[in-house]
C-alpha cells in the first residue's frame, strides 16, 4: 500500500508562505489523482485542493482559491502545496490522500504536518 508522507510545515506570520510536500512510501503514486486536506482543532478535516496524474488540471476548495498551489513531480513521486497569503485560519495539520472528487481514497492517514499562522 502507499504510506503519504507528510512534511514542511511549521510557524508562519499571517500574509507569508509555505511550500508542503507529500512522499510516497512502499508504492507509489502513478496514475492516480492526489489532493491534499486539513484538519483545525475542533474541526472535521476538509478537503483543500487535488490535482491529476498530468498535473494539467487541479481544483481548489473555495477557501484557499487564488492563495494556493498544488503541484507534482511524479519522477519524484511527489506531491505538492504552495501557500501563498496565508491566514490564521488557514491553521491545521495538513495531510495528503488519494482523492475522488473531494473524497479521500485511503482510509488510513499519514501523520501529517502541522501549519500555524500567527496573527
Known amino acids: 500500500q502507499v504510506q503519504p508522507v507528510e512534511s514542511g510545515g511549521g510557524l508562519v506570520q499571517a500574509g507569508g508562505s509555505l511550500r508542503l510536500s507529500c512522499a510516497a512510501s512502499?508504492?507509489?503514486?502513478?496514475?492516480?489523482?492526489m489532493g491534499w486536506f486539513r484538519q483545525a482543532p475542533g474541526k472535521e478535516r476538509e478537503f483543500v485542493a487535488r490535482?491529476?496524474?498530468?498535473?494539467?488540471?487541479?481544483y481548489y476548495a473555495d477557501s484557499v482559491k487564488g492563495r494556493f498551489t498544488i503541484s507534482r513531480d511524479n519522477a519524484k513521486n511527489t506531491v505538492y502545496l504552495q501557500m501563498n497569503s496565508l491566514k490564521p485560519e488557514d491553521t491545521a495539520v495538513y495531510y495528503c490522500?488519494?482523492?475522488?472528487?473531494?473524497?479521500?481514497?485511503?482510509?488510513?492517514w499519514g501523520q501529517g504536518t502541522q501549519v500555524t499562522v500567527s496573527s
Open positions: 490522500n488519494r482523492v475522488v472528487s473531494t473524497t479521500p481514497v485511503y482510509n488510513y
Open positions: 512502499g508504492r507509489t503514486f502513478s496514475g492516480y489523482v
Open positions: 490535482i491529476s496524474w498530468s498535473g494539467g488540471i487541479t
